[in-house]
């Protein structure tokens, strides 16, 4: 009898347990679906965006407004225009895929975050490999209260440097970072991906530098391709350690995504502009509670 | 004889100094439609020879505008758009208002000079000045608060509605503050020159 209640308090846990995994993932069907399109940005880092010589819109940005206020219905324009080597980019490659649409959905159980992302293979550009063992790589990243610099209207722009790895003439060396990035004063940005050939999730943080690894928060990322459309679904929790943004419901926070499609690495991807994820409040996308 | 003749001499001088002095009506009235058809014959020709300057074909008889800033025009859409309608150089270099195109064209005589010296006869030399030519233009569209551009433009009869997003925002940004077409339409019609500041952007 004893062992049977015991038997069946531990299964009942298990169960708990389990559900908490697993069975809160949401039905996507159901969830409300956003379409971004992302873009190629050729070499426009947070230094371009802010010179007026160079970019028309760095007076709007002086005056508070966002990159996605004015460009959010021309991202596939842009990366025409920059992928074919037209402008900001000064080694166009043939056959690039200059933009990327993809559905972004958001949910939330209370304890987890989902994000799935999904999108249609575009055409390969037979250019050599860039990164052998990953043909696809997908990584979106958060930032809280608008503390690291322009964080609120440029999104990942204020992690992406011209002194970073592949700019031109940049040292290999240096990653990504942010304007006095500090993990104790919550200056930095949050940082999942997904790597494809190695279908393994990553959970690091931009600060001072990027790093790939330290996060607490990521449970699983899981991608999966069927034919061309390829899928991948994020869950981490709503909170999180060092380095991790941590989720509260009615709160909005800085988002954006890249795609790092045809075996392309550094800033040879497809970014989103910035845009605002909210947990049970406004954003551009809205993870509500199911 | 001889007297006579000097007789009739001082009559005749006497008397044309007399009708001089006391024109008949129909000789004020002769002299009068004279001077009136040789000043229209002056305006008229002064105004068709100040016109020709302000042709395309004039602007662009010059190797100088013709291999430089009017190539890079011609692939604007102040030179070729969906309505057809061309801006030509005068059309934003001149003004059209008759006593500020004096003005500008005699101004513009010291281009004359330039062309003398040979000052931007080569495209090296014209890349090396065109950031000094432009930031003179700009400074005079600036100063007159964009009229050339406003002769065509303005912000207030701008459906900012049926506008792209982006136009949409600046445009409205610019009427919030008071801008002027050149704050933000530099290089329009022509390539940006090199070396730009953030002065010359505001």
């Given amino acids: 009898m004893k062992k049977t209640m015991i038997a069946g308090a531990v299964g009942a846990l298990l169960a708990f347990g389990a559900g908490g995994a697993f069975a809160a993932a949401p039905d996507w069907g159901k969830v409300d679906a956003k379409e971004i399109t992302l873009f190629y940005p050729g070499v426009s880092p947070l230094e371009w ?27 596939a324009d842009m990366g025409k225009k920059i992928a074919s080597g037209q402008k900001l980019e000064p080694n166009p490659i043939p056959g690039k895929a200059p933009f990327i649409p993809v559905t972004v959905q958001a949910a939330h159980d209370g304890e987890n975050l989902y994000l799935r992302f999904s999108w249609k293979q575009p055409a390969a550009s037979g250019a050599p490999k860039m990164d052998d063992a990953n043909p696809v790589k997908i990584a979106f990243m958060l930032e809280s209260g608008g503390k690291v610099e322009l964080a609120d209207q440029s999104g990942c722009w204020a992690t992406c440097h011209q002194d970073s790895r592949t700019m031109p003439g940049a040292d290999d060396a240096k990653k990504k970072y942010v304007k006095g990035g500090s993990l104790a004063d919550g200056k930095f940005y949050d940082l999942y991906q997904w790597r494809s050939g190695e279908n393994k999730g ?20 899981e991608g999966k391709q069927d034919g061309d459309a390829w899928s991948v679904v994020f869950t981490r929790k709503l909170a999180g350690g060092e380095g991790d943004v941590t989720l509260e419901a009615g709160k909005s926070y800085n988002f954006g995504f890249a795609i790092h499609n045809d075996n392309s690495a550094g800033r040879y991807h497809h970014v989103s502009l910035g845009y605002k994820l909210g947990i049970d409040a406004d954003g551009d996308v809205k993870a509500a509670k199911h | ?20 002095r006391r024109p008949s009506k129909k000789s004020l009235g002769g002299l009068l439609a004279v001077g009136f058809v040789i000043g229209i014959l002056f305006w008229g020709g002064f105004n068709t020879a100040m016109e020709a300057t302000n042709t395309e074909t004039f ?27 061309r801006a030509v150089c005068s059309d934003c270099h001149v003004p059209k208002d008759w006593t500020y195109k004096m003005i500008r064209k005699i101004q513009a005589s010291r281009e004359v000079w330039g062309k003398i010296t040979g000052s931007i006869s080569t495209p090296e030399k014209f890349e090396a000045k065109r950031l000094e030519l432009a930031r003179r233009e700009w400074a005079r569209m600036k100063s007159v608060d964009s009229r050339e551009c406003r002769n065509c433009h303005s912000l207030e009869s701008m459906n900012t509605e049926v506008q792209k997003q982006r136009a949409r925002k600046q445009h409205e940004l610019a009427l919030e503050d008071k801008m002027t077409c050149i704050d933000c339409h530099k290089g329009i019609a022509h390539t940006k020159p090199q070396g730009m500041t953030d002065e010359d952007e505001m």
């Fill in chain 1, 49 to 75: 965006i802010q010179k007026g010589t160079e970019h028309g819109g760095a007076r709007a940005l002086r005056k508070g407004e966002t990159c996605a206020d004015c460009h959010s219905d021309e991202t």
């Fill in chain 1, 202 to 221: 990553f959970n690091g943080h931009v600060a001072d530098s990027r790093v790939m690894e330290g996060g607490a928060a990521l449970v699983s990322a």
């Fill in chain 2, 1 to 20: 004889m001889s007297d006579r003749d000097s007789n009739t001499k001082q009559e005749q001088s006497g008397g044309l100094l007399a009708r001089l």
């Fill in chain 2, 59 to 85: 602007c662009i008889s010059c190797h100088e505008m013709h291999d430089n800033v009017y190539q890079e025009y011609k692939t604007t859409i102040h030179y070729s758009n969906r309505t057809g309608v």
